[in-house]
């Protein structure tokens, strides 16, 4: 089973906890323990989201033991002042995100991360907080990436940053909420696969201090442009965000795959793609 989104460093149970424990460096036995709950769900690939305490860079040295063929960014890349510091680092010019790029290969990355839009206000009305990158930026992000070898990773939501994403060059979309129907033409033309994480919306219902209205509404315009977009070709790829809250190690991604199964989606291709371009030199 793959796990094209998932992140070592963090457990689905309390992110500030979690955090904590990579204080004072990588909590080795911890990540291990993340490791091995994979393992035993019958996970043997897995793409990481990246994290800002190298937890992702240690767990790329060591996943073998689990026969998990692990893939890393190392770190996320986000602008400064725009959402992201939580999984990662920040850059103010592109001469700085060229300076990331080369140190994530120093560190070992398989592919660049980049924080295309916010996150959504789940405990609000739903919709995606903060700025985005433009349209240029992530064109010039991909450029620098892509120069060096590595394929592009971008959390991103909402239509318009999503077509302005995969018109850049990115080759996978994370998350891609609030979509239309109009970025199915996008995901075509770039031949990107898209990785829903629809459990960690979904994993939220019923949780204390959410709507169940406003997940649903997210749940549904996502659910109706994924049906449509596996429909028309478009790949798509089995990626839970586990780490995230309630998205365990493991469960998290048979959640996410069959979630995606109600919605007659089958990963295999989409899963497969992403394990070709995420590698070192898979831009090449
Ligand atoms: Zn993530």
Redesign the pocket.
């Known amino acids: 089973m793959y796990e094209c989104?998932g992140?070592v460093a963090m457990d689905g149970v309390d992110f500030g906890a979690a955090m904590a424990r990579h204080r004072n460096g990588v909590d080795k036995e911890f990540v291990r323990r993340n490791l091995k709950s994979c393992a035993e769900a019958g996970i043997s690939f897995f793409r990481d989201?990246g994290d800002r305490c190298m937890a992702s860079a240690f767990a790329g040295e060591i996943a073998g033991e689990y026969g998990i063929d692990y893939r890393t960014p190392v770190f996320a890349i986000h602008k400064h002042g725009y959402y992201g510091s939580i999984?990662g680092r920040s850059f103010r010019s592109m001469k700085d995100f060229a300076a990331l790029v080369a140190e994530a290969r120093k560190l070992g990355a398989d592919f660049i991360k980049i924080m295309a839009s916010g996150i959504l206000g789940f405990k609000t009305d739903g919709k995606i907080g903060g700025p985005s990158l433009t349209y240029e930026e992530m064109r010039e992000a991909v450029r620098i990436a892509s120069g060096e070898g590595f394929c592009v990773m971008a959390?991103v939501n909402g239509a318009e940053n999503i077509k302005n994403a995969l018109s850049a060059g990115v080759k996978s979309i994370?998350h891609g909420f609030w979509p239309d129907s109009g970025v199915i033409e996008y995901f075509l033309q770039s031949g990107a696969v898209w990785v829903p994480t629809v459990a960690t919306v979904r994993n939220l219902l019923g949780r204390e201090g959410f709507s169940c209205e406003v997940l649903g509404r997210i749940l549904e315009t996502q659910g109706a442009v994924l049906r449509e977009a596996y429909a028309k070709g478009v790949l798509i790829a089995c990626g839970s965000?586990s780490g995230?809250i309630n998205v365990p190690h493991g469960k998290g991604t048979h959640d996410e795959r069959s979630y995606l199964k109600e919605l007659g989606i089958d990963t295999e291709r989409g899963d497969r793609r992403i394990s070709e371009l995420f590698r070192a030199e898979g831009a090449y």
Do not use: I, L, P, Q
């Open positions: 989104h992140h989201g999984v959390h994370e965000d995230a």
